[in-house]
């Protein structure tokens, strides 16, 4: 028996040593630790071993981790360590000690001391656990960071179109790309990813940005003013991720459209519906294949119209998910509001984890020689950033998805890399590749490696960028001979890769101007492919940016002569791409056609034998993309797209590179029906309405009718008059239909009734009916709730509450509150959250908070936690001694394993 607890607790002992080298190669979770007589030395992971800066630490630090502040005094040297104060992505909070190994957050006891805040910060540093100094040397430094700290203060406030000149667009540093408008964040929030919309039917821009609690649509039909449309709410996390089908329906005769957004949280992948743009945007439905997932992707789509290509199938790729690994599964979008999954790796190995990806279709000689599953000669190329390797899949045939190729690198050694993610070359070559670790951990500057796909089963790195600074590298997307990557504290960096083989930067915008260290603040995501040329941006500190790129030549540049065009059937349309000057060597450049409402080989032919234009040297006559409108007996307006890419190394292509064709005919009525198929609406509710839309077309006036057909309600359940309503010409907004449900006091079955729209020509209907359901709120059970257990928090310091609780009998929707009831001061942060933030004052005592959880009836319950707040105690005795540098953080309980060990011994 006692050799049995011997090897027991060795074995203990032996895993509890190793496992600080035995982390999982994860991305954020993790603290650093900084004292005033630490070392900027290292990554500051090891409490015994602390740090000595704030913003070295946070240059250490991953997405996600904390910096821990030991007691001591700490001046504000310089704009940036303003930032990191404040980030949400890498909370900096004080009030530790590092002789208990920074466990336990004791602001009053720990006095962790800020020399030089502007006064508008005091409460929140005191909030996360500092006390700040305002005395005169305060005053001294704040005024040697007023300039500073004013540019500091522009990027909380909106900023207007502002052209970059000698270096600057106001408060931002610059080349080439001016300031087209600036959103700040809302409060409590940061930022993460980006993508970019529009709207097809009306040619309406839109930026569509994560934040920390969902994502936001921006209107940018004036860029220069993006106004808000709508907010889905999701869990609190710092990681999302947001990609967008559009595709023309035949039946509605109109573009329709929905964004797809994954988050490092427990909401599925989310489905939210633009259809009702300009006037809002909703949440469609979840998929729960899931639970949660680091990002999405779409392949086989145009990332400028995020139209499906021409012989291509929309499919959804979900990675680094909660599920297989991590590894990437595909789901089908034939019907785009319901995903279903169609290939997983098979295996819930971590070695398969796929953290971002991207596609591209080839058909030139490796599609019949390095893939296994060609169709015809096209190959569906996926390509997958593993962490620790980039890996090459044949995708063709979605079932039999087969790897063809791997490849990683040694220029910095493995415990500083995390292959992150990466975009293709027009010419579809050659990649470009992130890594996350290799500036932070690696000491490199920003580096961008190239990776050749000459050999698909043999992929090799032929080249890097290297920047003259060491921002992270983000994310990157390549249009024309232009990469346009998100690069963290630099914010948006512009590469000209006319030679794939040898970048060189040729514009900037700095959205974090304070800094340019190897940190996570600053600019996230960045999105290049609107048709109008504005380039979005997402910043993790300070919200949304529209910019412009005046980085290419206006002289060398090839584009169409008018983005738009209208023609009538039958026409024979010569379409001109200009090139301005004549080059001493030829020049190419290819086109695709792009199927709207209108299709190739049906509604129009190519009259080009190729769909590669090239010039001569010394050329500048202008070339042509025939085509052929057919007169094939319809009438109604059609419309198709037309991109330029792939231009040669000598030429650049312009702004105007996608141009659209309108086949004239006569305009689309357009269709009318409910938002909606089904409602549930709560008995309490009293008035009631249903919307309506218009979609696809506003020709002409159209009158319906509606009445109510009953179910299982009656009269005496809901109050409703049958009526008109009636679009008129041109009208294209939003309808309704009010009615009131009667609260009566009985406990009844859940109640049902039918409204539909009745008119002599059903094609112009589209969900004609809506069934309703009245839910009984005499039957109705609120939900059951719990706050968690009650807590001990030391004077100023903070935590998060993440253990309360709550359920629903009928699985609806809730909403939550939490409340200060009693006691002393407590505030609250995310108080509509299932996890809010606390934070005490510096009086100690009892307070006493309050959890509520509603349904959709307004039936709610609550709960109480009581937060004993206990001011410091002044120790008796000499100090703790400091641990020698030998020992690590987990030391305490290997030395509690060992004397258990040696009491066994001596039995």
């Known amino acids: ?220 039909a004036d860029p220069t003013n993006p106004t808000l449309v709508g907010h889905v709410a999701g869990a609190n996390t710092t990681w999302r991720d947001i990609k967008v089908l559009q595709y023309y329906d035949e039946t509605l005769n109109a573009y329709q459209a929905y964004a797809y957004v994954t988050a490092e949280a427990n909401t599925g992948v989310q489905i939210i519906n633009l259809n009702n743009l300009p006037t809002s945007v909703s949440l469609s439905g979840t998929n729960f294949t899931v639970n949660s997932a680091h990002n999405v992707y779409i392949n086989g789509v145009d990332y400028s119209l995020n139209l499906p290509l021409n012989d291509q199938t929309a499919k959804m790729q979900v990675v680094g998910s909660n599920k297989y690994g991590g590894s990437f599964t595909t789901y089908d979008l034939s019907t785009p509001s319901n995903p279903s999954k169609q290939f997983d790796i098979g295996s819930s190995s971590r070695a398969n984890y796929t953290h971002d990806a991207t596609s591209m279709t080839i058909n030139d000689t490796r599609a019949t020689r390095d893939c296994v599953n060609a169709n015809n000669g096209v190959c569906d190329v996926f390509i997958d950033f593993n962490e620790d390797e980039i890996r090459i899949w044949d995708a063709t045939q979605t079932a039999n998805t087969e790897r063809l190729g791997q490849v990683g690198y040694d220029d910095v050694d493995s415990s500083s890399q995390y292959i992150h993610s990466g975009w293709w070359h027009e010419n579809k070559r050659y990649v470009y590749v992130h890594d996350e670790w290799d500036e932070n951990k690696g000491g490199l500057n920003t580096t961008v490696r190239i990776l050749d796909l000459a050999d698909l089963t043999q992929p090799t790195i032929v080249g890097k960028w290297i920047s003259n600074n060491r921002t992270i590298d983000h994310n990157g997307f390549v249009k024309g001979n232009r990469y346009y990557m998100s690069n963290y504290e630099r914010g948006l960096t512009i590469l000209d890769i006319s030679n794939p083989k040898n970048p060189v930067e040729v514009g900037y915008f700095d959205t974090f101007p304070s800094s340019d260290n190897p940190s996570f603040n600053g600019a996230w995501g960045t999105y290049p492919y609107l048709p109008s040329g504005n380039i979005l941006i997402s910043d993790i500190n300070s919200g949304l940016y529209i910019v412009k790129d005046n980085s290419r030549s206006s002289t060398a540049n090839a584009a169409f002569e008018q983005t738009d065009l209208i023609a009538e059937r039958g026409d024979e349309l010569r379409i001109t791409i ?20 209108a299709k190739l080989n049906s509604d129009m032919l190519l009259r080009n034998n190729s769909h590669i234009l090239k010039w001569n040297a010394n050329d500048t006559a202008p070339k042509v993309i025939g085509m052929a409108l057919s007169d094939n007996g319809e009438t109604s307006l059609k419309d198709f797209y037309i991109r330029l890419h792939n231009a040669s190394s000598n030429l650049e292509i312009g702004d105007n590179r996608i141009m659209k ?160 009831v009693s006691g002393v001061a407590i505030n609250i942060t995310n108080a509509d959250s299932l996890t809010p933030s606390v934070s005490a004052s510096s009086e100690a005592g009892t307070a006493v908070i309050s959890f509520t959880a509603t349904d959709e009836h307004g039936a709610s319950s609550s709960d109480e936690l009581i937060i004993t707040v206990v001011a410091p105690v002044t120790p008796v005795g000499p100090p703790v001694p400091e641990e020698s540098s030998s020992s690590s953080g987990s030391l305490p309980i290997c030395l509690l394993l060992l004397m258990s060990l040696l009491a066994i011994r001596r039995r």
């Not at 540019?151 to 970059?164: D, I, K, V, Y």
């Not at 009916?769 to 059951?784: K, L």
């Not at 609780?805 to 009928?810: E, G, I, M, N, P």
């Open 1 to 220: 028996m006692m050799t049995q607890k011997l090897t027991l607790l060795t074995l203990a002992l032996a895993s509890s040593i190793t496992s600080l080298n035995a982390i999982a190669h994860t991305e954020h979770d993790k603290a650093r630790y900084v004292t005033e007589n630490g070392i900027d030395k290292g990554d500051c992971n090891n409490p015994v071993r602390p740090c000595k800066s704030i913003a070295y630490a946070v240059s250490q630090a991953s997405k996600g981790d904390k910096v821990l502040v030991g007691s001591g005094q700490y001046e504000l040297k310089n704009e940036s360590e303003l930032f990191y104060l404040q980030s949400e992505l890498v909370p900096v909070l004080g009030g530790f000690n590092r002789f208990d190994h920074f466990q336990v957050q004791n602001p009053n006891r720990n006095k962790t001391q800020i020399v030089g805040a502007p006064i508008a910060l005091h409460d929140m540093l005191q909030k996360a656990g500092f006390n700040v100094i305002a005395d005169t040397k305060s005053l001294t430094i704040s005024k040697q960071l007023k300039q500073k700290l004013a540019r500091h203060q522009a990027l909380f406030e909106q900023q207007s179109s502002t052209a970059c000149e000698n270096g600057r667009a106001g408060s931002y540093s610059c080349n080439n790309v001016d300031l087209v408008a600036h959103v700040p964040l809302p409060a409590n929030t940061s930022g993460n990813d980006i993508w970019g919309h529009v709207d097809l039917n009306n040619g309406i821009e839109y930026a569509i940005m994560g934040f920390s609690d969902g994502i936001r649509v921006y209107s940018l």
């Open 661 to 820: 064709v309108t086949i004239n005919g006569l305009a689309s009525q357009g269709k009318v029906g409910f938002i909606e198929t089904n409602r549930t609406i709560s008995e309490t509710a009293g008035n009631a309405s249903l919307e309506l839309s218009r979609i696809g077309g506003s020709r002409g006036q159209i009158t319906f009718d509606y009445q109510i057909e009953y179910l299982t309600a009656t009269s005496d359940d809901v109050t409703f008059e049958n009526g008109t309503i009636t679009w008129d010409d041109g009208d294209s907004s939003n309808k309704t239909i009010v009615f009131s449900i009667t609260d009566d006091q009985a406990i009844e079955d859940d109640e049902r009734f039918v409204v539909k729209l009745i008119n002599n020509d059903d094609s112009l209907l589209n969900n004609q009916q809506i069934e309703v359901t009245i839910s009984d709120d005499d039957s109705n059970s609120a939900p059951e709730v719990y706050a968690g257990n009650d807590i001990e928090l030391a004077t100023n310091a903070s935590t998060v509450l993440n253990a309360a609780t709550a359920s629903d009998d009928r699985t609806e929707q809730l909403t939550y509150q939490w409340q200060f």
């Open 578 to 597: 200009n090139k301005p000057i004549a080059l001493s060597e030829e020049a190419t450049i290819e086109f695709e056609v792009i199927n709207g409402s």
